[in-house]
Every structure is written in structure tokens, then in C-alpha cells.
């Protein structure tokens, strides 16, 4: 995000106490800062919004979400995602250190350029690193990063864009690590929604880079640029990004029980606007719907029967919870349906998929998820293997074998 460091002085010294309850409406627009006021800023017309529900990723509502805009510091969404990665894969490590390069201590002084205030040769570890991105916004650390992952910030933005094309955001080109102004850069909300739903479903603590409200180093203290963090106490994360091209940029992901959703604004001519226009997706998306627990296993086999394996039953896991994604005042009956993919005939590897499993309303398939095995079932022995498969054959021939079970639920409040 690129704005002045008396603007982030401004806006720290202007958001409400800690433990602010949300506000909305007219009391949200009064009390948001007037020192960032620059308009017009960004792209003509309303700004493109996107709302998103985390665990199945259903978009909830949308406006021109595929417009594309300038992303400026949602960039570092990418960056991020990339670090996380690099940690997961043991590339990296959260302890390892790094030294700040002159190019990266440049790109921190760049003017208006939001920086974690690093130094050339200071020796700064990953773990910093993340946290100076996300809070502080800082472009010398997207920079850090950059250099840390790729032979060069080049090569880190090739694999910034690759990792877009293999996610299916169509809407994006990248250009830098960090979203200083640069030709032929451009993003959607449609884009960056499903982005953070990647970050926060491969990294869910992902959050405790972007939740922190401060943030020191080298003895600065910068305030979260993400003014949502102060108001309300349901967002924790992700990203803002300012720039008068791309005018003001939102990604905010908030939870509230087991529902998380992700609210994106793109090209708001003011913070007040980008303030408003997020925090009311969000409290129309927690107002409306609830995700639901499927008892699946009290309604289908939660084990069937195998022939020609050291056990007679296998028993199926699903990955996760199912769960599905309903409005408030829907007690509709859904239908939970089991369907097996493979003959019940042994062996079975631990993890392989058996039977798919489908919910669904009336209109449309809610969620499906694979069952898988949870236990390996090894071959029997070869007599008992023959007998076991001969009844297998002959009860076959004598009655329809059922591969499918089916059953009714309605969700209670």
C-alpha cells in the first residue's frame, strides 16, 4: 500500500479504542479520518465488491467483481501466500535470516511508499519480514521476501504469476512483489476474494500476521493500516492497498462461530466508502447465513462390507466436517446421498477413496466431499480369498447389490 507515513499517523490517532464495538451507517462514515480525503482517487464508477463464505467458497453476493484494477498493496496477498508456502515446503523457515539489500532499502524510500523502516545489511528474519508486509504495509519487506524466495524479484514475479494462472485468477498480471504504481498490473475483487480463500484454506493461521493491531521495529511503532482491525472485533485480517490509481482496496476476512467470511472493495474513491461498503458485506453475510453440520454418518454406512480382506468391514472418513452453507430462515429438508466408486473387494490403501458423498436442496448440490478408507485392509489368505469372492459373485446374481444409500436431513436451528 503506498500512502504517506502522516497519513498512517493520522489514522492510528483517529480509530476508536480497542474493543470498539462495529459501527455502521451514518456513525461509521462521522467517524472515519478526513486526513485521507484525496478524491476523486482510483477508476470512475462505484467500486467492485465481492462476499465470500471461506469453507465451501460460494460467493454470496458480487458487484462488477471482475472489473480490473490496479491492486496496489494487495499484491503483497501473493507475496504472502508465496512466503507461507516457501515455510511449508522447507524452503524457508520462519527463524531464517536475511540481509536487506540496497534495492529493497530503496524501494522502502521510494516516495509515498508505506516501508517496515529497514535498513541496507540489516539481518531480519522471515517471521519479521511477514509481519512488517502485513501490518505495516511494508514494501522494503515484500521486496526482502522477494529476493529471499527468487534469484530475483523478477523471477519471484514470474512465480507470482504463475501461481495465478494455476488458481484461475484470470483477472490478474502482476508486476511487483509489493503494488508500487507500475504499468500492466492488474487484479479483480472476483481475483483477490478467491485468493485470500486459497491463503486462508492452505494457512489458516495466516491471520496472526494480518490481525496484529501494531507493530514495531527498529523502535517504530506503526499502526495497522487496516482500519477494520480497531472497529471491529470479528476482523482479522487480510489487506488494504491505496494507491490514485487504484484508489482505495479492501480485502477483510472476519469470523464470527464456525462461519468466516471474506469481503473485498476495489477502486473506492475513500476510505470512508471502502470502510463502509466492507463492513456492511460482513454484517449482511453474518446476519443471513449459518453454516450447518451434516450428520452424515447417522444417515448413510459410515462403514461397508469388504470380501477378500483380512477385515470384513471398512470404515470411511470424510477429509473434513461437511458442512453446508444455508440462509438463517431455511429449515428445507436436504438430501444426503452415499455412492460407492469402487467394488467392495480388498485390498484398500488407508486414505484411497471408497464412495462419494453429495448434499443437496431442492434446486442445486450444496457440497460433496470423498469418503475415504481409514484403515488399510490387506488381501486375505488365498482359500479364504476365493470363498470370500465366490459369495461376493453368487450374492450378486441372486440380489441387486446396493452401491448407493440415500436419506433425508433438515437443519435445526
Known sequence: MVRCLCVGVCLALLLPPAGAAPRVGAALLAAAPPAVERGPAGPPG??????????????????DAH??????????????Y????????HRLDLSTTVTVSVDAWRIGRTHRSSRMFLNVGDRVTIEQLLYGLMVASGNDAAETLAEAIAASPEQFVDQMNATAARLGLKDTHFVTPHGLPTPGEHTSAWDMGHLAREILAAFPDAVAYTSPRYVTYGGIRQANWNNLVFRDPRVDGLKTGFTDEAGFNIVATASRGPLRLIAVVMGAHTLQLRTASAEAQLNMGFARYELVAVPWQRLVPSSIRVYGGRAARLRLETPRAVEVLVTRDDRSPLTVSEELRVRPIAP???????????????????????????????RS????RLWSLLRYRIGGLLRHRQTTWTATFVPQQ
Not at 508465496?82 to 515446503?89: A, E, P, R, W
Not at 471408497?354 to 448434499?359: C, F, G
Open 67 to 80: 472489473r480490473q484494477i490496479p491492486p496496489a498493496s494487495l499484491d503483497k496477498l501473493m507475496t504472502l
Open 348 to 378: 484398500f490403501q488407508r486414505g484411497q477413496q471408497v464412495a462419494t458423498l453429495t448434499i443437496r436442496n431442492a434446486t442445486a448440490v450444496l457440497a460433496t466431499s470423498p469418503l475415504l478408507a481409514t484403515a488399510p485392509v490387506d
Open 381 to 384: 489368505g488365498i482359500l479364504t
Open 46 to 63: 462505484p467500486p467492485s465488491t465481492l462476499l465470500m463464505e471461506v469453507f465451501t467458497g460460494q460467493v454470496l453476493a458480487e458487484s
Open 82 to 89: 508465496l512466503t507461507l508456502q516457501s515455510v511449508k515446503t
